[in-house]
């Protein structure tokens, strides 16, 4: 199924997996009455190595080193240990509902007959492939091309991509109006560079999970391929080589004027003869389409081609294992555990699949998740945080503004707009305002799997109905019970959800200099998005449109080349090296918002909030530990490769060790000299906002 909702760009994280926390509760009860701690844990650090050469090994060791690996986790961190807590508080919640007696059609109802079908493994594995046959039914039926169309209609209505993709976001022309977008999609390995230069052991490994994973789908039976599983999964792997060939590079993606493509509906549909565009408009999306944001033209023209060109059995194979695919990880045991073998142990380095209590909680949250993030936020999440926070997101604010203004290489002209966009800049902490209603949504206690489709469409539906209709501001992009961040380039705001909003993240408890070091830096991370090399592209109301004059333009592209050239260079595994390109926004993001973080921290201390010295570092110093505490972690080298392929952010480690030589703070804190290994000379750090 496909949860993600595409154009949450600039995320903090990268959407991920998560785990609890333990280290900050005991601090918290030693800490006697209203005395603020230090809210720096010594046993995290790992001080037999010096900060000045190793400043993630300094400040992070400890913990590395106390956490092994959980079997279930390709990357364990600090803040999966937060997710971690965050879905024991979810499962409390849940499980709690699920054993009441609960009014049909309440939301209580629907979150615990959801979960109980979950739970229910003999349903489950009695029930095999029975929820996914209808729909390979109707793809074996197909007999041309001729029915792709409808085909496409009807699986795109249930979530699954083959193909491309579509939604509803706002124009880039008009920041206002939501405007129906498609874009290029269904790729099983999720990459195109998987395809295009296969590693043996990951080409071998997907395509024994897909002949497997055919076996155990009635898919064979229906087309007459039984014994010819292993076919079927060569046919597809040549059909997802052939659209990798035509899939738009993911650094191309990343550009906003490049993909402002939007089309009259007409002119949209002259790109596809094979399928009916303007029918298949007509029946995704309720209101008329007048226009689309065509996620490329030259893809789909392509895309047109290799259609007209593919024997049907292909096409309908590679269908029908987008289904089986997306299905696999909610059916029987055997399903799960060939998906898993594949997904979870070769392409990401895990040992065990996750407890299903875990996998369920993570499932009815994420398809639920205004329904449990209302209760979340009721049982969880204190009022105070969010005065808080709103206090930290102004001075954050103020810091970013003077930070601006100081700026020696640019011009007043695109400094004036720079201080509108901020000052414009939307901000939202803990939960939304308002509710989505989820009273059309029906959860039965038939089958998980139906539920989960049930729930797919109806969030379908949701988001394609808002196509033709302005943009509501008050809308969020995360539900609240998410460990993570966002900024949204067309809203032009930043969002905080409140389970972000706890250890290490933020400490109500701790003194304000880990505080900025940690959720500060968060909250300039997200502002500095807004100026990164893709949202400095956007204006203040969201708009595509080019606010810099050229010289200012010139000189941001030749001070950001310093980054990409920068972790060009860090190999993270050997013979494999970052991707400076791919992670700039990211980089630019880390780089922004610690100095406009620590600019922040300055100022705290002028108000006395901050203690100079506390467990032997001074303020500055455990600003820096507290951010590099947040990306300690332990990950494996399978995950170190995949992400290294597919995630905008740089890899934990190098959060810490390949951003920080640019931080001028950083280098004075440790007071690091020429010859340290975190050195860089003033002339080489990186200095863009
Ligand atoms: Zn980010």
Known sequence: ?????????????????????????????????????????????????????????????????NHPLPAEYSRYGSFDQLGESTEKQLNKLITDIAQQSNDAGSIAQKIGDFYNCGMDTQTINEQGDQPIRPVLQKIADVKSNKELTDLLIELHSE???????????????NSALTIAWLSQNGLGLGERDYYLSPDPKIKAGYLEMMEKTFELSNYGEMTNNVGKEKAL???????????????????????????????????????????????????????????????????????????????????????????INEAAPYLSDDFVDANFGFYGKVLSGKEENRERW???????????????????????????????????????????????????????ATKDKAKEKLDAMIVKIGYPEKWRDYSGLQIQSDSYY??????????????????????????????????????????????????????????????????????????????????DDQGRQYDKMGNVNDWWTEEDSKKFTERTQVLVDHFNKIEVLPGTFANGRFTLGENIADNGGLNTSFVALQ?????????????????????????????????????????????????????????????????????????DKMYLAPEQRARIW
């Open 1 to 65: 199924m496909n949860y993600k909702s595409i154009f949450k760009m600039g995320t903090f994280l990268f959407a991920s997996c998560l785990i609890v926390s333990g280290c900050h509760n005991k601090q918290k009860e030693e800490t006697p009455s209203k005395e603020l701690a230090s809210g720096i844990v010594l046993d995290n650090l790992d001080t037999t190595v010096s900060p000045k050469d190793d400043f993630y090994q300094f400040a992070c060791g400890g913990w590395v080193k």
């Open 159 to 173: 979530g699954y991509y083959p193909f491309f993709d579509i939604f509803g976001e706002a124009s880039p022309n």
């Open 233 to 323: 999964a060569n046919k597809v792997w040549n059909l997802e080589t052939a659209l990798a060939k035509i899939f738009i590079d993911k650094n191309e993606l990343r550009d906003p004027v490049k993909t402002n493509n939007v089309l009259a509906i007409d002119d949209a549909a002259k790109l596809m003869t094979v399928v009916d565009l303007k029918k298949y408009m007509e029946q995704m999306v309720p209101n008329k389409v007048e226009e689309v944001n065509v996620v490329l033209s030259s893809y789909f023209t392509a895309l047109n081609k290799l259609l007209a060109t593919q024997d049907i059995n292909t096409i309908k194979a590679y269908l029908a294992w987008n289904v």
């Open 358 to 412: 875990k996998r369920v909680i993570n499932t009815v949250s994420s398809l639920l998740g205004e329904p449990v993030g209302q209760l979340y936020v009721e049982k969880y999440f204190p009022s105070e945080a969010k005065e808080r926070m709103l206090t930290l997101v102004d001075n954050l604010k103020i810091a970013l503004g003077e930070r601006i203004a100081n700026l020696d290489w640019m011009s007043p």
């Open 450 to 531: 139906a539920n989960i489709v049930r729930a797919t469409r109806f969030e379908i539906q949701y988001q394609l109905s808002k196509i033709g209709k302005p943009v509501d501001p008050t809308e969020w992009l995360m539900s609240p019970q998410t460990v993570n961040a966002y900024y949204n380039p067309t809203t032009n705001e930043i969002c905080f959800p409140a389970a972000i909003l706890q250890p290490p993240f933020f400490d109500m408890n701790a003194d304000d200099a880990v505080n900025y070091g940690a959720i500060g830096v968060v909250i300039g991370h997200e502002m500095t998005h807004g100026f």
């Open 603 to 675: 100022h705290a201390k002028t108000q006395g909030t901050v203690q100079e010295n506390m467990d032997g570092f001074t303020a500055n110093q455990r600003f820096f530990i507290a951010y590099a505490g947040v990306w300690a972690n332990n990950i494996r080298d399978e995950e170190i490769a995949r992400r290294t392929m597919t995630d905008p952010h740089s890899l934990g480690k190098w959060r810490v060790n390949g951003t920080l030589p640019h931080i001028d703070g950083f280098i004075e804190a440790f007071d690091i000299q020429p010859g």
